[in-house]
């Protein structure tokens, strides 16, 4: 196990496409969740899934961004429509219950995203 | 709404001098706060927690609810200290939501 992996590490892409990010977790961990950050700011959360059901959702997830954990392990972050705020990097990070709060999230390198 | 302010962006000093990353926060519950790393071509990392009043790597952070701030200190500044640090506030009630701060730039010189 290599830890958070992230896939792809970066992509462009033109305004108004789609694009999914793929996030593998530690596969132990349960929890598992997104982050957005863009230049200059801290990372935002967007969502957390424990197992494979969506618990939190940030009102920063507009109805053009989706995420899935379809069988509790891998995770896919959807934005449809994409617009260039949406240029960012997309961290994803990973936890067993609440170790989190001992040993911190682990997280991925990230997604970088450019929308021209 | 709950923030958390780093008010330098950058922060310089000479090794062997004491820092202070600055951290204050605006939070109505009781908060839980860390400090996360980020070294150069890594992944950021939880660096302290408050809860647990631990010294990591001669760096400490004590809250202070009085002036709701969670400074990040170290007597003495090394080289390898250079790092982006991000202040983060965990919220009470459930939330798996950590607030992080903007961060701040710290480059120890030689």
């Known amino acids: 196990d290599t830890g958070v992996s992230q896939d792809p590490r970066h992509k462009i892409t033109k305004r108004g496409q789609n694009v999914t990010f793929r996030c593998d977790p530690i596969s132990e961990h349960n929890r598992l969740y997104w982050y957005r950050q863009t230049l200059g700011q801290g990372p935002e959360f967007l969502t957390y899934?424990?197992?494979?059901?969506?618990?939190?959702k940030s009102r920063l997830l507009s109805d053009r961004f989706s995420a899935e954990r379809p069988k509790g392990s891998f995770s896919t972050l959807e934005i449809q429509r994409t617009e260039q705020g949406d240029s960012a990097m997309y961290l994803c990070a990973s936890s067993f219950g609440q170790a989190w709060k001992f040993y911190g999230y682990t997280f991925g390198s990230g997604t970088r995203l450019t929308v021209v | 709404a709950q923030r958390v302010t780093q008010p330098e962006k950058l922060l310089s000093v000479f090794k062997g001098a004491p820092v202070e990353l600055k951290c204050n926060y605006s939070y109505s519950g009781s908060p839980e706060l860390f400090w996360y790393v980020q070294y150069s071509r890594q992944r950021l990392q939880l660096l302290l927690r408050h809860i647990s009043r631990e010294s990591i790597k001669g760096f400490t952070a004590d809250l202070n609810k009085g002036e709701t701030s969670f400074h990040l200190k170290k007597p003495f500044a090394q080289e390898e200290d250079s790092a982006m640090y991000y202040c983060a506030l965990s919220l009470q009630g459930g939330s798996e939501k950590l607030v992080f701060g903007k961060g701040t730039k710290l480059t120890v010189n030689p």
């Open positions: 899934f424990q197992n494979e059901a969506q618990l939190e």
